[in-house]
Nanobody, 116 residues
């Protein structure tokens, strides 16, 4: 069992930056594969970025590649999503996901709004 708590969302102008954080409970954070998803009202939840348990492998959606960076600090039980050059189409609720041994956990989500 693990609890995930996202933070760092908010309102930002087009071209600005935000850093999302996802803090995980437990003592075995390093064993989890972590990912960020986002969802716009009326649309399916989509994968934004993922990172391996070691941090040595990452993947990104084409729409955010080159602008977003996922990272993790296992000592702090935290995964981050650095979002730069934000666009209005990045507006969504962002969710943190942890996976281990076939079990998946979700955070409550944090709202990101990019205004023109």
């Amino acid at each position: 069992q693990v609890q995930l708590v996202e933070s760092g969302g908010g309102l930002v102008q087009t071209g600005g930056s935000l850093r999302l954080s996802c803090a995980a409970s437990g003592r075995t954070f390093s064993s989890y594969v972590m990912a960020w998803f986002r969802q716009v009202s009326g649309k399916e939840r989509e994968l934004v970025a993922a990172i391996s348990w070691s941090g040595g492998s990452t993947s990104y959606a084409d729409s955010v590649k080159g602008r977003f960076t996922i990272s993790r600090d296992n000592a702090k039980n935290t995964v981050y999503l650095q979002m730069n050059s934000l666009k209005s189409e990045d507006t969504a609720v962002y969710y943190c996901q942890a996976s281990q041994s076939g079990v998946t956990y979700w955070g409550q989500g944090t709202q990101v709004t990019v205004s023109s």
